[in-house]
């Protein structure tokens, strides 16, 4: 890689470091993360929910042993008791299956490992109820004390949203309460101290996820961006293509695609240089981007080839995309003269495409149909020609 396109990639992940709008919401609920975050959050978090699992799993029953030196029998027998168990199911997590495949399996693991010390600390509360706060044992009930902050602390390592962090954290704060009604030392106004602590080391693991979340995001993107043009690049355009794909079918949703190809593109690098070609396929993408909705994907395919993703779009949703195409235009060429296109549009249903590939060679098929019906057009399903 040379020097100058290592600075640009550099560049490109500090610049999605800084904070807008758009990406603060995307911090806070995370509702338009593309499926190749989606993928790799899944997976980070897996593995940390497994290494948290692991540590606990050592720890929990080794605490068994202050316990013993503490407490009498009748209370370190049923806390051993309860260490074994949520041991157990540490162990089970530990070594779950570390490939999932949906948000709520994810989600189902994170909250096992976060309920086991939540309802540990709750009947550990009563088990100690008429222990004496008094040399060893009234140290160990002040650590036990601890357990909720430790636990809200613990969301911290873990890439969350902050809406997911907030979520994960507030049946702690009920069990805290629920706790300190057990051992009657529930009063709002001399706890007000213990819940604003909770509540600060609640934003510090929310600040702490989101900021994993962000450098995640942009280490992600980098990796799936084309240099160039900043639109995905094939492998991943081809990973997001096969998921959207997949979710359209199982839930019978329309999937556009339209394969856009510029129209004498080799005359820009052979009159102007293959610079000034480059800066018109920078321009184009923009231009392509800024009449895309969000949700829209913007592949770059090859060469001058790019794929645009329209998820939940019919036919007649991708002919408004192609006219609003038409109204805001492609960019210039450098003679100033406008650019233009050929567009092959397919459509999952209308086309009853059986799998993504033969979704793209359709929409390639329409493009050539498109160049061969005399360039700058459209030719979408059913063979219905919009020019450009
Ligand atoms: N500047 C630049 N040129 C590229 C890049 N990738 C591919 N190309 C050039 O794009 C040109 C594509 O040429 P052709 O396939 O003949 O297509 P065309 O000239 O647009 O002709 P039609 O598609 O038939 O209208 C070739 O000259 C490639 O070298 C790139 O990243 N930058």
């Not at 929310?206 to 240099?227: T, W």
């Not at 394969?259 to 593109?265: G, I, M, P, T, Y």
């Not at 999952?348 to 098929?365: C, N």
Request: with cysteine; net charge neutral.
């Amino acid at each position: 890689m040379s020097l100058t396109s290592r600075f640009s990639l550099d560049t490109q992940l500090f610049a999605s470091l800084r904070f807008d709008r758009a990406r603060v919401v995307d911090l806070l609920v995370g509702w338009w993360h593309s499926a190749q975050v989606r993928r790799q959050r899944r997976a980070l978090l897996v593995s940390r929910v497994q290494l948290m699992a692991v540590v606990f799993a050592v720890l929990v029953p080794l605490w068994i042993v202050p316990d013993v030196i503490a407490f009498p029998a009748a209370q370190w027998l049923p806390l051993a008791g309860m260490r074994l168990a949520s041991s157990v199911v540490f162990l089970l997590l530990a070594y779950s299956h570390a490939r999932v495949h949906s948000g709520w399996e994810v989600s189902l693991r994170l909250g096992v490992l976060l309920t086991v010390p939540t309802v540990f600390h709750v009947l550990a509360c009563s088990v100690l109820l008429d222990v004496p706060r008094s040399g060893f044992a009234g140290v160990l009930l002040q650590i036990y004390a601890l357990l909720p902050f430790v636990v809200v602390a613990g969301l911290a390592v873990f890439p969350l949203t902050g809406l997911e962090t907030l979520l994960y954290a507030l049946p702690i704060f009920a069990a805290f309460r629920q706790a300190a009604l057990i051992t009657g030392e529930f009063s709002l106004p001399a706890n007000i101290g213990t819940l604003w602590l909770l509540l600060l080391v609640t934003g510090v693991a929310m600040v702490s996820g989101m900021s994993q979340l962000q450098y995640m995001i942009a280490l992600v993107r980098q990796a799936s961006a084309d240099a160039l043009t900043g639109a995905l690049n094939r492998h991943a355009g081809v990973e997001t293509l096969e998921l959207l794909f997949r979710v359209s079918a199982s839930h019978n949703t329309p999937l556009a695609l339209m394969f856009v190809d510029l129209d004498h593109f080799k005359q820009i690098n052979d009159g102007w240089g293959h610079e000034a070609g480059d800066a018109v396929l920078r321009g184009m993408a923009a231009a392509l981007r800024g009449s895309l909705r969000r949700g829209d994907v913007l592949v770059r395919w090859g060469g001058e080839e790019f794929l645009v993703i329209l998820n939940h779009t019919d036919v007649s949703g991708a002919r408004l995309v192609v006219n609003r195409l038409r109204h805001a235009g492609l960019g210039q060429r450098p003679d100033g003269s406008a650019l233009t296109a050929s567009i092959g549009v397919a459509e999952r249903l209308a086309d009853s495409a059986q799998d993504w590939p033969e979704l793209v060679d359709l929409a390639d098929q329409r493009m050539y149909a498109a160049k061969e019906a005399g360039r700058d057009r459209a030719v979408l399903p059913q063979h219905t020609a919009v020019p450009c």
